[in-house]
């Protein structure tokens, strides 16, 4: 959870689990940090795999792989914060967007059998 809000921040070279439920939801969610500029940097996907024993909605995928897109600032992420945060707008368009957190990576795919590539956005999200 957010930094002094629900939980003190997570030391440098420290760890803390979640420890959670899942119930009745399947699919791809987006986590990130909310500590200062890790917020920009520190994110990934939550894969919730259909239960044990029940099928996907769709044919199952020979293989999956996750691509998040991201955005880049050529500044200080808490500049960027700060400035939207003064105007009460979201930041300003990216200077460029990522893909897993490198700048323009291609992924080689093939038209064979079925590939389930999930998309989920990422960036600086001030709420």
């Known amino acids: 959870g957010p930094e002094f809000v629900t939980q003190c921040p997570i030391r440098p070279g420290g760890s803390y689990t979640y420890r959670f439920t899942i119930e009745g939801q399947e699919g791809t969610l987006w986590w990130h940090a909310h500590s200062s500029w890790l917020r920009a940097t ?3 996907a939550l894969i919730i795999r259909p239960r044990e024993g029940e099928s996907y909605p769709f044919p199952k995928p020979k293989r999956e792989t996750a691509i998040i897109l991201g955005e880049w600032w050529d500044a200080n992420p808490i500049d960027v ?5 003064m105007t009460g707008a979201a930041p300003n368009n990216s200077d460029a967007y990522t893909i897993n957190g490198q700048p323009g990576d291609l992924y080689k795919c093939s038209s064979k059998g079925l590939l389930l590539i999930r998309f989920e956005s990422s960036g600086l999200i001030l709420y």
């Open 81 to 85: 914060v700060r400035q939207a945060t």
């Open 42 to 44: 520190v994110y990934g």
